[in-house]
Nanobody
Framework: QVQLVESGGGSVTTGGSLTLSCTFS??????????MAWFRQAPGMQREGVAS????????FYGDSVKDRFTIARDMAKHTLILQLNGVKPEDTAMYYC????????????????????WGQGTQVTASS
């Protein structure tokens, strides 16, 4: 059973940067994960996809609101998924969730939340001026 643990959230000044990490633990030495993604949910809002990535190839997809500001990457040696936030805006304030799936398919677009079955508990990001 794969478990996901997010970290790195906190307060950040508007225009600043923050790095979120998602460590995935597995009972095997090689990961069975194919797709991973970051989602976020602001208070009173629906959860939205931020970025998705194919674990095998590194091909990534981004939501329109974060394109050219956020970067998703994976470090297989450390079993870690990264989300680099640059140029943070107040509307980026949300709980950020890491998600993954073991279905043997790589994403070809930004994934929906119903397409990933493994979820972390989330890490809060608060942007303020």
């Amino acid at each position: 059973q794969v478990q996901l643990v997010e970290s790195g959230g906190g307060s950040v000044t508007t225009g600043g940067s923050l790095t979120l990490s998602c460590t995935f633990s597995t009972s095997t030495t090689t990961t069975s994960l194919y797709s991973m993604a970051w989602f976020r949910q602001a208070p009173g809002m629906q959860r939205e996809g931020v970025a998705s990535i194919c674990i095998k190839t590194g091909r990534a997809f981004y939501g329109d609101s974060v394109k050219d500001r956020f970067t998703i990457a994976r470090d297989m040696a450390k079993h870690t998924l990264i989300l680099q936030l640059n140029g943070v805006k107040p509307e980026d304030t949300a709980m950020y969730y890491c998600a993954a799936d073991e279905s043997p398919f790589c994403p070809y677009r930004l994934l929906r939340e119903d397409e990933l079955r493994i979820w972390g508990q989330g890490t809060q990001v608060t942007a303020s001026s």
